[in-house]
């Protein structure tokens, strides 16, 4: 042993650590190739990659990494989290991932700003699978960031603004452009978002009233972010019938229109007419890059989808909130014509399969025999057709309820997840099978999208390296929500660690059966605390609300 290496080694032996992570094989997140090392951890931090192997007498906590993976902790760039963590801050469901950060606010959804709190038609207008909690006190991203923080959460968040959001504060619910005094109102509400730390705003664009956005309102509200660093546009885009590509490239002109960043939140082809074509969606990104436009995607390695059923009526019937919704459902004549629209298709005329619609979450104990049925069952059922099934269960229901959706193909799935522009997000909830969820089957994505790539696409299927997986889970979403001291491991990151076995690793939930954990990530630390301990949630809850530029 040379001098210089002696002296390190002599040095180390003095050090102490509050963990080390042993014998492992580190996968920085970065995309380079991964290396045996130890990991140690001090105050929340990563102080040391190395062999650490004389310090561990003088270390508090000693996990065995032996034939384990050691990468940065996952951040699901695309959730819908923002209310459940209150009522679910363990955030079990992720935790077991491997998800130490979660992107929330998307398609436009956040419960933020909301100036007249509980009793406010924003919390009426988010849907029942975000906005259980009976405590909505907040009015704005730093109330909501003050309630989840004093609560205490198990995994940090990262707050975006949704559009629908600031429509319904400014009171713009209606299929028109906002009036100046609306628009200027939604700008300032998202400017004071940006400043109390939000990192961007989302849009819905086929959900209501974020689907009632001109483009130029969109590039009004996107160019407020332009002055602030690194806040983006996220957009659950128009992905009309035929509009596969179109709503690709509208995404791409507000971003280069607002000189803001351009996250293309789940991209996927809904339409089954065009299953296969996904070099067309890509080809616009790509273009947009050479061009020098920021923008990257995220998708999810599901052949389903899961949303609000009344997200498949026409935007005319859901227009004015959900309380005018059903006043219009529930009068006769309306309800007729509501039925004849909604015939004509979804999302503006994408056949209907209702043998491919699965009720996942309803609120009443008259219909929870329904959960798992497809609407094709209940129509036979009640001796009705699938679109008055689907108004009939809206109405019962008063609007909490919610479907899977099996529209998609496995072929698409690999070619978006080999994309090298494209990070995984879950398009899912941090839960635990309690309250609303206790008698639901929720999307198996809610419990199994990392473990899923890295078993199935990265070892079982192998599509992608295990390198090039973990830096879609970690470096890619650091980068884009610009926090340079998580998604990596290096000395002086923010330790958001986990440990995972590549030879066992794997999702166990599934459509008929969603609340199962999944298997082969024995340990994740946040800010350096350790969440999940041999397999087992601690009860910590060490995470935080993330500010954007902090």
């Given at each position: 042993?040379?001098?210089?290496n002696?002296?390190?080694?002599?040095?180390?032996?003095?050090?102490?650590f509050d963990?080390?992570?042993?014998?492992?094989?580190?996968?920085?997140?970065?995309?380079?190739a991964?290396?045996?090392?130890?990991?140690?951890?001090?105050a929340?931090?990563?102080?040391?990659?190395?062999?650490?192997?004389d310090?561990?007498?003088?270390?508090?906590e000693?996990?065995?990494?032996?034939?384990?993976?050691?990468?940065p902790?996952?951040?699901?760039?695309?959730?819908?989290?923002?209310?459940?963590?209150?009522d679910?801050p363990?955030?079990?469901?992720?935790?077991?991932?491997?998800?130490?950060?979660?992107?929330?606010?998307?398609?436009?959804?956040s419960p933020?700003?909301?100036?007249?709190?509980?009793s406010g038609?924003?919390?009426?207008g988010?849907?029942?699978?975000?906005?259980?909690?009976?405590?909505?006190?907040?009015?704005?991203?730093?109330?909501?960031?003050?309630?989840?923080n004093?609560?205490?959460?198990?995994?940090?968040?990262?707050?975006?603004?949704?559009?629908?959001?600031?429509r319904?504060?400014?009171?713009?619910?209606?299929?028109?452009?906002?009036?100046p005094?609306?628009?200027?109102?939604?700008?300032?509400?998202?400017?004071?978002?940006?400043?109390?730390?939000?990192?961007?705003?989302?849009?819905?664009?086929t959900?209501?009233?974020?689907?009632?956005?001109?483009?130029?309102?969109l590039?009004?509200?996107?160019?407020?972010m332009?002055?602030?660093?690194?806040?983006?546009?996220?957009?659950?885009?128009?992905?009309?019938?035929?509009?596969h590509?179109?709503?690709?490239?509208?995404?791409?002109?507000?971003?280069?229109?607002?000189?803001?960043?351009?996250?293309?939140?789940?991209?996927?082809?809904?339409?089954s007419?065009?299953?296969g074509?996904?070099e067309?969606?890509?080809?616009?990104?790509?273009?947009?890059?050479?061009?020098?436009?920021?923008?990257?995607t995220?998708?999810?390695?599901?052949t389903?989808?899961?949303?609000?059923?009344?997200?498949?009526?026409?935007?005319w019937?859901?227009?004015?909130?959900?309380?005018?919704?059903?006043?219009?459902?529930?009068?006769?004549?309306?309800?007729?014509?509501?039925?004849?629209s909604?015939?004509k298709?979804?999302?503006?005329?994408?056949?209907?399969?209702?043998?491919?619609?699965?009720i996942?979450?309803?609120?009443s104990?008259?219909?929870?025999?329904?959960?798992?049925?497809?609407?094709?069952?209940i129509?036979?059922?009640?001796?009705?057709d699938?679109?008055?099934?689907?108004?009939?269960?809206?109405?019962?229901?008063?609007?909490?309820?919610?479907?899977?959706?099996?529209n998609?193909?496995?072929?698409?799935?690999?070619?978006?997840?080999?994309?090298?522009?494209?990070?995984?997000g879950?398009?899912?909830n941090?839960?635990?099978?309690?309250g609303?969820?206790?008698s639901?089957?929720?999307?198996?994505?809610?419990?199994?999208?990392?473990p899923?790539?890295?078993?199935?696409?990265?070892?079982?299927?192998?599509?992608?390296s295990?390198?090039?997986?973990?830096?879609?889970?970690?470096g890619?979403?650091?980068?884009?929500l610009?926090?340079?001291?998580?998604?990596?491991?290096?000395e002086?990151?923010?330790?958001?660690?986990?440990?995972?076995?590549p030879?066992?690793?794997?999702?166990l939930?599934?459509?008929?059966?969603?609340?199962?954990?999944?298997?082969?990530?024995?340990?994740?630390?946040?800010?350096?605390?350790p969440v999940?301990?041999?397999?087992?949630?601690?009860?910590?809850?060490?995470?935080?609300v993330?500010?954007?530029?902090?």
């Amino acid at each position: 042993m040379n001098a210089p290496n002696q002296r390190i080694n002599e040095l180390r032996t003095h050090m102490s650590f509050d963990t080390i992570i042993q014998g492992g094989i580190v996968i920085t997140g970065d995309g380079s190739a991964s290396f045996r090392a130890d990991v140690g951890i001090s105050a929340g931090r990563i102080t040391d990659i190395a062999d650490l192997s004389d310090a561990v007498p003088n270390t508090a906590e000693v996990i065995d990494a032996a034939g384990m993976i050691v990468c940065p902790g996952f951040i699901d760039i695309h959730t819908h989290s923002d209310v459940t963590l209150v009522d679910h801050p363990g955030a079990q469901s992720k935790a077991y991932q491997g998800v130490t950060t979660e992107v929330t606010g998307n398609c436009g959804f956040s419960p933020y700003p909301s100036p007249d709190g509980n009793s406010g038609s924003v919390r009426e207008g988010i849907g029942p699978t975000l906005s259980s909690t009976e405590d909505w006190s907040w009015t704005d991203v730093s109330g909501y960031s003050e309630v989840v923080n004093q609560n205490g959460v198990s995994i940090n968040v990262a707050p975006l603004v949704g559009h629908s959001a600031l429509r319904i504060a400014a009171g713009a619910q209606n299929d028109a452009p906002p009036t100046p005094d609306q628009l200027a109102h939604m700008q300032r509400s998202l400017e004071i978002g940006i400043e109390q730390g939000a990192f961007g705003m989302s849009t819905g664009l086929t959900l209501p009233p974020s689907s009632y956005a001109t483009t130029d309102e969109l590039v009004s509200l996107a160019s407020v972010m332009s002055r602030f660093e690194h806040a983006f546009y996220a957009t659950h885009a128009r992905v009309w019938a035929g509009w596969h590509v179109k709503a690709v490239e509208e995404a791409v002109q507000i971003g280069r229109s607002a000189s803001v960043p351009v996250q293309f939140s789940h991209i996927a082809i809904v339409d089954s007419r065009v299953h296969g074509h996904g070099e067309q969606l890509v080809a616009v990104i790509d273009n947009a890059r050479g061009s020098g436009d920021d923008v990257t995607t995220d998708m999810y390695p599901y052949t389903a989808a899961s949303s609000g059923m009344s997200q498949m009526l026409p935007g005319w019937v859901q227009e004015g909130g959900v309380s005018a919704m059903l006043a219009r459902l529930r009068d006769p004549a309306t309800r007729k014509k509501a039925h004849e629209s909604t015939s004509k298709g979804w999302f503006g005329g994408l056949p209907f399969v209702f043998s491919t619609m699965v009720i996942a979450t309803v609120a009443s104990e008259e219909n929870a025999g329904l959960v798992g049925k497809s609407l094709e069952e209940i129509a036979a059922d009640r001796g009705v057709d699938g679109v008055e099934a689907m108004l009939m269960l809206i109405d019962e229901e008063d609007n909490e309820i919610s479907k899977i959706m099996h529209n998609r193909v496995e072929g698409d799935i690999r070619f978006f997840m080999e994309y090298e522009h494209a990070m995984i997000g879950s398009d899912g909830n941090a839960i635990e099978r309690t309250g609303i969820w206790e008698s639901s089957m929720p999307h198996p994505r809610f419990y199994g999208t990392f473990p899923r790539v890295l078993g199935k696409y990265v070892r079982d299927e192998p599509l992608i390296s295990l390198e090039t997986a973990v830096h879609k889970m970690t470096g890619m979403p650091a980068r884009r929500l610009g926090l340079s001291d998580r998604g990596v491991l290096r000395e002086g990151a923010v330790a958001d660690v986990v440990v995972f076995d590549p030879a066992t690793v794997i999702d166990l939930a599934t459509f008929e059966d969603p609340h199962r954990y999944p298997v082969g990530i024995p340990h994740v630390l946040v800010n350096g605390e350790p969440v999940i301990k041999n397999g087992k949630h601690t009860g910590a809850r060490p995470g935080t609300v993330l500010k954007r530029g902090v």
